[in-house]
């Protein structure tokens, strides 16, 4: 883990290129998604976003947009609504949350987790964020980007 190396985070703009996510052919991801995977020891973070994707694709709006982001579990509990999946753990056993929203407050899906070593103290009590946005590939399928915001 590398906490100097995650204050680099917001200088990613554009990328030079695209990974693919091996497990989800349907995800592909930045230089900057690279940069936080690997610094923040978080490649577990794409696992769970591409395999959300067969379920998240077929909500008209998270196919347009998906705002992802990681919090402490001690974040209020966002309002669900129009919810597609809620994964809760029992009462006090998580630490964590990623939580995909299609606009901000209208939460669809939380992934609660048991046990995470993930640096949340290198995001300044703001929550770690990742954009997935569709894209075509070299043979006219729909393929999925996660993106910093910055990469935008």
Not at 34 to 47: F, M, P, Q, S
Request: aromatic fraction near 10%; hydrophobic fraction near 40%; charge should be negative.
């Amino acid at each position: 883990m590398n906490i100097e190396a995650l204050a680099q985070l917001g200088g990613f703009t554009g990328t030079e290129n695209w990974y693919k996510h091996p497990l989800f052919p349907i995800l592909l991801y930045t230089d900057g998604v690279k940069h936080l995977a690997e610094n923040a020891d978080c490649y577990w973070l794409l696992d769970l976003i591409g395999g959300y994707q067969q379920v998240a694709t077929k909500d008209p709006m998270l196919r347009q947009m998906q705002f992802w982001r990681v919090e402490p579990a001690t974040a209020p509990v966002p309002a669900m609504r129009n919810k597609i999946l809620k994964h809760e753990k029992a009462a006090g056993t998580a630490v964590a949350r990623v939580v995909c929203e299609r606009d901000s407050g209208n939460t669809a899906i939380i992934h609660e987790l048991d046990i995470t070593d993930f640096p949340f103290q290198a995001f300044h009590g703001d929550p770690a964020k990742v954009w997935v946005a569709p894209t075509g590939d070299e043979n006219g399928r729909i393929k999925m980007v996660a993106l910093l915001p910055s990469e935008y």
